[in-house]
């Protein structure tokens, strides 16, 4: 019995371990590479490591960078107005997943190349995609089928199990903060931005951060979303790690004025 128990408590253990690695690779992919390194320039590391966190975010099913980046850059452009790809005024069903089935009559390739020159030079992020055909979200799907073969011939079954379990709950994430995180009945805003980004605590937690949206629209550029003492950012303090290890350099940090709080 006391060997049963002992087994069982050892699965559990390596099934957490994995969770938690996991969820961390999928979410700093989406949430560091993505998003802050990608989108917004917030900070630069090598390319190499850029390649590395990113592609957390790719076996998340979040597809190719440029189109990812893209996307997020057009939101920016026109948060809350008409042309916003995500919009919750557009529905909640919308926001939360519609709109990746429309992109193509929201954003002409044209307009996408013009938002993203830079990742449209890079070698590898524009062999991941450059357009909103559906055969890179197809190649995005097969790589990520691949991958977990991976994981289960070379890990196993709990590892496998691990990763589906916390890429699902990752995938999501960025989905949330799209609706939830522009709800006027939710959370709260520290910061007098134009659209009605908001503040929502759970939705950071699960998040690794993304959630204090309200005050990554007052400074999109910043690494740091978590302005308050109170806002926990896990992606913040991965960029303050690097920092320490000399990983990374040129990282925008926020106003003081939007600090002050």
Sequence with gaps: MADGSSSILA???????WFIGFYLYHGL???LGYHRLLSHKALTVPKWL????????????????????????????KTDMPGD???????????????????????????????CPDLMADPIYSRLGTTHNPVQAYACLGANI??????????????????????????WSPQLVNTICHMPSMGYRLN??????????WVALIALGEGWHNNHHAAP????????????DITWYTVWLLEKLRLCKNITRPPKNVMDV
């Excluded at 005024?89 to 390739?109: N, P, R, T, V, Y």
């Excluded at 007098?192 to 605590?201: A, G, L, M, P």
């Excluded at 550029?221 to 806002?231: I, L, M, P, T, Y």
């Design 192 to 201: 007098d931005t134009r659209d009605k980004s908001r503040n929502v605590w």
């Design 85 to 115: 790809p995500h919009a919750p005024e557009d529905g909640f069903i919308h926001a939360l997943f519609g709109w990746m089935l429309g992109m193509k009559e929201k954003q002409s390739s044209e307009d996408l190349h013009r938002l």
């Design 221 to 232: 550029r910043s690494a740091r979303h978590g302005f308050a003492w109170w806002e926990i």
């Design 29 to 31: 992919g989406i949430t």
């Design 50 to 77: 850029s390649y590395l966190i990113v592609s957390g975010g790719y076996f998340c099913l979040q597809g190719g960078p440029v189109v990812w980046v893209g996307v997020h850059r057009l939101h920016h452009q």
């Design 146 to 171: 691949v991958f977990r073969l991976l994981i289960l011939y070379f890990f196993g079954w709990i590892a496998l199990v691990a990763d589906l379990l916390a890429s699902g709950m990752v995938f």
């Design 11 to 17: 699965m559990v253990l390596t099934f957490i371990a």
